[in-house]
């Protein structure tokens, strides 16, 4: 599977659009994007996922560059509840989903 | 709809004893799966199941038995307990390996302490 780089940590002021990056350079053509959240010492959360085109649900966008080498999970309006670490994760079918050390998103008041 | 329950929330061991973490969901996943998360690291993925009676190993499987007799239940056995196996575990479930369209479920997760 791929490797995905990750910001350690970011910042996002409560009601503006939080912006969360990921490098996956390596990753192959049949390869998805993953995005999942974990907030506090909760399970994870599912938030989206995409191949090669950008997905939105009623949670974020995803945004995937053409050559498919890196991609942006997109909280339009970002609250205080989405404080929370996020992780980027590449992988295919048969392999197995491993969780990075992810991003720490602080929204802020 | 319950969605994936973890018991107990709680557990201290002692070094050597052993005991059954239990995982079920009501959501007739096929897949089911169990990770443990360390302080500040990501999840670990243990060990997993791709249906009743299918199991195998994930990335740190040492130290941890599992079977899947139905598609509801998915639990996980740890033979002698070891301080190195004090962790958060969660278990997660999902209609298809790679998440399918909805993703991983994970429950609540169980926080265990060896001593």
């Known amino acids: 599977d791929a490797k995905t780089t990750q910001p350690t940590s970011m910042d996002c002021a409560e009601g503006r659009a939080a912006n969360l990056p990921c490098n996956h350079s390596?990753?192959?053509?049949?390869?998805?994007v993953y995005w999942y959240r974990q907030i506090h010492s909760q399970g994870p959360q599912y938030i989206i996922h995409g191949l090669k085109n950008n997905e939105t649900n009623e949670m974020a966008s995803l945004i995937i560059t053409e050559d498919r080498k890196s991609s942006t999970l997109i909280l339009p309006h970002a609250t205080l509840r989405d404080t929370a670490v996020y992780y980027c994760?590449?992988?295919?079918?048969?392999?197995?989903?491993?969780f990075g050390a992810g991003t720490r998103l602080t929204v802020k008041p | 709809n319950a969605g994936v329950t973890q018991t107990p929330k709680f557990q201290v061991l002692k070094t050597g004893q052993s005991m059954t973490l239990q995982c079920a969901q009501d959501m007739n996943h096929e897949y089911m799966s169990w990770y443990r998360q360390d302080p500040g690291m990501g999840l670990r993925l243990i060990h997993y199941?791709?249906?009743?009676?299918?199991?195998d190993q994930g990335e740190v499987p040492n130290g941890y038995n599992v079977s899947r007799s139905t598609t509801e239940d998915f639990p996980l056995r740890l033979l002698s307990a070891a301080p190195s196996q004090t962790s958060v575990y969660f278990c997660?479930?999902?209609?298809?390996?790679?998440?399918?369209?909805?993703?991983?479920?994970f429950g609540s997760g169980t926080r265990l302490t060896v001593v």
């Open positions: 390596t990753i192959s053509g049949n390869e998805y």
């Open positions: 997660a479930s999902s209609y298809h390996r790679t998440g399918g369209d909805y993703g991983y479920t």
């Open positions: 994760i590449v992988f295919r079918n048969n392999n197995d989903m491993r």
């Open positions: 199941s791709v249906g009743a009676g299918i199991t």
